[in-house]
């Protein structure tokens, strides 16, 4: 747990640099109020979004967070001209608002997609995947809402199955979901046999084995084309 806790202390420092952040994502950061501005499920999101996003494509990028970042960074440097992001604490969807001096991205309270309307080519989920029983949670859950944030309910994939359920019904013809998790906090074993329920196909993997971080790109079974 201590050790554990030295980490967490020494890695939050370089994820609220503001100068690193500039140099991830290509735009300046709002001041940090909220905790950190990424993980590294955001890293490899990053990645994908590069990889699999296109300007004239519509996102949504779910979770989006206090920064937004993923949003911002599709729309200042992908070009995507249709954004919109959500979060299920209205908080913090009020400082993305308030932070967000181009004003172009769509921002959305919802709990998962209780209020989203449309479709989507593609869907970015940063997922709450510790662990509801986890040992560190004292550490890793210090307020209710840090709680809120990034429990992912038991064994850390409740709220990726409930989103998975419904992803489907957002996505336009041969739209892909990417699904961010970090293998440290929830086993590959639980993750993927959440996927195999919901009747999604993994088409592809973008997996760092130095952070556990992993996404996941996922289409119906009919669409699955790269």
């Not at 950190?36 to 490899?44: F, H, K, S, V």
């Not at 970090?182 to 919901?198: D, L, M, P, Q």
Request: aromatic letters at 12%; a positive charge; hydrophobic letters at 40%.
């Amino acid at each position: 747990m201590k050790l554990y806790g030295f980490y967490l202390r020494h890695i939050s420092l370089l994820r609220s640099n503001a100068v690193v952040f500039r140099w991830l994502f290509g735009f300046t950061p709002a001041k940090v109020l909220w905790g950190q501005y990424w993980d590294w499920t955001t890293i490899t999101l990053r990645t994908a979004l590069r990889r699999h996003l296109k300007p004239d494509m519509a996102l949504l990028d779910m979770g989006c967070g206090p920064y937004a970042v993923l949003s911002r960074f599709a729309q200042g440097k992908l070009r995507c001209k249709a954004v919109t992001g959500a979060d299920h604490c209205q908080e913090l969807i009020d400082y993305a608002k308030q932070t967000d001096p181009e004003g172009g991205i769509k921002y959305v309270c919802s709990d998962l997609f209780e209020n989203i309307a449309g479709r989507f080519a593609l869907i970015a989920f940063n997922a709450p995947y510790i662990d509801a029983d986890s040992s560190e949670q004292e550490v890793l859950f210090p307020t209710s809402l840090n709680r809120k944030r990034f429990c992912g309910g038991k064994g850390g994939v409740q709220t990726i199955a409930r989103f998975l359920r419904d992803a489907p019904a957002y996505l336009q013809p041969e739209g892909k979901i990417l699904l961010g998790v970090n293998h440290f906090h929830s086993g590959k074993e639980a993750v993927r046999g959440e996927i195999f329920k919901s009747g999604l196909r993994t088409v592809a993997t973008f997996d760092n084995p130095v952070t556990k971080s992993c996404v996941y790109v996922l289409m119906e079974k009919g669409n699955a084309k790269m």
